[in-house]
T-cell receptor, first 111, second 113 residues
């Protein structure tokens, strides 16, 4: 079955770059997503990437996909205290289908 | 503003009670999902539905059932609540083809005592 894994915790200083990593096992994953969850809130879609892409950039966010190694990363440039949250990667075989999530990475931004 | 609304933000129920968690979306989405979220385990899929009156088991359906009588409403039912069902429950919806992505509700934190 599908499996998505992330490291549990990341601490970063304000202004530095953050890199959150994710690995997945299902080679048929077609869409890969990054979600952000702030305390007491639901999930907010940050960005997504199709499996036929290597990279996607959206303002401070850069997503890198290594399909051969089944590795996905999210880089946040110039990390701010408002970026402190839990970040989830998720994958699906087809848009609209069920999402499989990783365990989430808690990012703490220190001033 | 498009929304997925979960009826309760916090719930406390007793062991053995029948519990209904309601989710309503106003976006005319065909697909709806129920997840539970536990620390370190991420979100795990309980049940999902691709159409009215249709339902499919997710990864952890045991102890749960669902109902989808109307397109906009997807209910999660705990037939006999147990303490190991204490969790955060999140509802999500999307169009059949996934366009515009998935929208999540704010969650219901359920405590079973």
């Amino acid at each position: 079955g599908e499996d998505v894994e992330q490291s549990l915790f990341l601490s970063v200083r304000e202004g530095d770059s953050s890199v959150i990593n994710c690995t997945y096992t299902d080679s048929s994953s077609t869409y890969l997503y990054w979600y952000k969850q702030e305390p007491g809130a639901g999930l907010q879609l940050l960005t997504y990437i199709f499996s036929n892409m290597d990279m996607k950039q959206d303002q401070r966010l850069t997503v890198l996909l290594n399909k051969k190694d089944k590795h996905l990363s999210l880089r946040i440039a110039d990390t701010q205290t408002g970026d402190s949250a839990i970040y989830f990667c998720a994958e699906t075989k087809a848009a609209g289908n069920k999402l499989t999530f990783g365990g989430g990475t808690r990012v703490l931004v220190k001033p | 503003d498009v929304k997925v609304t979960q009826s309760s933000r916090y719930l406390v129920k007793r062991t053995g009670e029948k519990v209904f968690l309601e989710c309503v979306q106003d976006m005319d989405h065909e697909n709806m999902f129920w997840y539970r979220q536990d620390p370190g385990l991420g979100l795990r899929l309980i049940y999902f539905s691709y159409d009215v009156k249709m339902k499919e088991k997710g990864d952890i359906p045991e102890g749960y059932s669902v109902s989808r009588e109307k397109k906009e409403r997807f209910s999660l039912i705990l037939e006999s609540a147990s303490t190991n069902q204490t969790s955060m429950y999140l509802c999500a919806s999307t169009f059949r083809d996934g366009r515009y992505g998935y929208t999540f509700g704010s969650g219901t934190r359920l405590t079973v005592v």
